[in-house]
C-alpha cells in the first residue's frame, strides 16, 4: 500500500479529504473492466462512504456527516506535505469505520430534513407535499492517492 498522492493529482487549500484514484478497476465503453485512473475515481469513493454514512445515521444532516468524515480520516503526509491537515491529502484517507465509529461516539444531534419528511400514504396518488431542502454545505474534494486501503474493519459493538 503506497498512501501516496498520484503524480497527476491536484493540490491546493481546497482539498479536504484523499481517496484511491490510480488503477481502480472499471468499466470502459465497451463493458469490458480494466484499470482507470484519475480524481473522476477518487470522487465517487469519498461520496459513497457519505451515502453509506448517512444511510446508517439519517439522523445526521449533512454537515455533521461531513464532520465524521474529515475527524476520521487517516492522517497523510509526505516530504512535499509534511505535517496533516496539508494541502496535498487534506485531512488524509477516507475511512468508512472511523467514520462510523465517530458517529456512534459523536451522535448526531437533530433530524435532518430527509429523515423527516413526510412520506405519501399507500395507495396515495398524490405526491407529499415539499419541504425545504437543507442549505447546502461545501461537500469534500478529493485528491487521488495510489492505493489507499479503505479499511474493512468491523464496526465497534454498540451499547
Not at 17 to 33: C, E, F, M, Q, R
Not at 99 to 106: C, H, I, P, T
Request: with cysteine; proline share 9%.
Amino acid at each position: 500500500m503506497k498512501n501516496i498522492r498520484a503524480s497527476f493529482s491536484s493540490y491546493n487549500d481546497k482539498v479536504d479529504i484523499a481517496a484511491p484514484g490510480d488503477d481502480i478497476v472499471s468499466t470502459d465503453n465497451n463493458l469490458k473492466y480494466g484499470l482507470r485512473q484519475g480524481t473522476s475515481l477518487a470522487t465517487p469513493h469519498v461520496s459513497g462512504v457519505a451515502l453509506v454514512l448517512w444511510n446508517n445515521f439519517p439522523r445526521c444532516n449533512n454537515t455533521e456527516i461531513r464532520e465524521a468524515l474529515l475527524q476520521s480520516a487517516q492522517p497523510l503526509t509526505d516530504d512535499q506535505f509534511p505535517t496533516s491537515p496539508n494541502n496535498g491529502y487534506g485531512h488524509g484517507a477516507v475511512k468508512y469505520w472511523a467514520a462510523y465509529d465517530y458517529l456512534v461516539d459523536n451522535p448526531c444531534e437533530e433530524a435532518s430534513p430527509r429523515a423527516s419528511a413526510p412520506l405519501p400514504v399507500s395507495g396515495s396518488t398524490k405526491a407529499p407535499k415539499a419541504t425545504k431542502a437543507p442549505k447546502a454545505t461545501k461537500a469534500p474534494k478529493a485528491t487521488t492517492t495510489s492505493d489507499i486501503n479503505l479499511s474493512t474493519k468491523a464496526p465497534k459493538a454498540t451499547k
